[in-house]
């Protein structure tokens, strides 16, 4: 079917109707993935894809009831959201398409060539891999993409990545990895200088999760701290997905990390739930799933990096 094909990220040569503000022009057509696009109409995905794949409901935060079709395969995994269900609204187009696959240097260098440099997360591209996020947000097509590594699983990702194409509408909701993020690209496009950080001031809220505070404590048996001496920090934070059911029942929550921290930078292994409270709701693993989005520092010894030891804490509310 055509959806097995070669995991490619070929032009799309059909004019599509994006969100508000969007325009169509032969640049923004090449902004595809898998020949898919968001402004697509069910028909034109149905024909690119061979078929209509795996039709399911599923339910906005707004109660609002949306389609979903998917298209399982061996190499790449497609998935496709429209704004409004297609059994009952022919003329609902798609929103947002996620494929699932193997990320190498040429696919690489592809996205960069259609999408050109990431606007953060430009570094986790260098080597054919996305240790966290990488996000290219265009504005005038009205289309954000993100990258990272599957948030199910990430630490036996085997190297499959996931690729997010949306609206900026569809960026702008909850469960958009991009959405922590977009405020700040989109003012650096329009040359909105950045707030400057005063010592001391609380940290603004994001959203209904907020971000978590790191108590740094690099596990390490050395001499005194010099000023070269440094634990690991978290550097970027995207909000963890709220777990539904206990949103809509008003449940809050917290969890504590303990997350080791490499010398590079990376995250070394799944991290270690500390405490979850309440249990049962999805908290811990709604911030487990979190951390591969999140960007570190690692920590410093006589000025060179080691691994290091960062308990983190969550709170859902």
């Known amino acids: 079917m055509a959806w097995l094909r070669s995991a490619t990220f070929a032009v799309l040569s059909v004019s599509l109707s994006l969100s508000a503000g969007a325009v169509s022009s032969p640049l923004c057509e090449r902004l ?62 798609a929103v947002l398409v996620r494929v699932s696959m193997p990320l190498s240097p040429s696919n690489v260098e592809e996205l960069v060539h259609r999408f ?18 990488a996000i290219w947000v265009n504005e005038p097509c009205g289309i954000v993409l993100t990258a990272h590594p599957p948030q199910d699983s990430w630490w036996a990702a085997n190297g499959r990545t996931i690729l997010q194409l949306e609206t900026l509408d569809a960026a702008r909701r909850e469960d958009s990895p991009a959405r922590s993020s977009l405020g700040a690209i989109l003012d650096r496009q329009h040359g909105v200088p950045a707030a400057i950080s005063v010592p001391g001031a609380p940290a603004a809220a ?83 799933d979190a951390v591969p989005t999140w960007r570190f520092s690692p920590a410093t010894r006589a000025g060179k990096p080691v691994k290091s030891t960062l308990t983190i804490d969550v709170e859902f509310k």
């Open 32 to 93: 595809t993935l898998q020949e898919l696009a968001p402004g697509m109409s069910n028909d034109q995905v149905r024909l690119k894809m061979g078929g209509g794949g795996i039709p399911s409901i599923t339910r906005q935060l707004d109660r609002r009831e949306t389609s979903i079709a998917n298209y399982p395969g061996p190499a790449v995994e497609v998935l496709v959201e429209y704004d409004h269900r297609i059994d009952s609204r022919p003329a609902a187009r």
């Open 116 to 133: 050109g440099t990431p606007d953060a997360g430009a570094d986790d591209l260098s080597d054919g891999s996305v240790d966290t996020l």
């Open 206 to 288: 994001v959203d209904s999760v907020a971000a978590p505070l790191p108590r740094q404590e690099a596990q390490q048996d050395v001499a005194p701290a010099t000023p070269s001496d440094r634990p690991a920090e978290r550097i970027s934070f995207v909000p963890p997905v709220y777990p539904r059911t206990a949103r809509w029942l008003k449940i809050e929550g917290h969890v504590t990390l303990e997350i080791v921290v490499k010398a590079n930078g990376r995250v070394s292994k799944k991290p270690r739930i500390v405490a979850e409270h309440p249990t049962g709701q999805g908290f811990g693993q709604a911030a487990v």
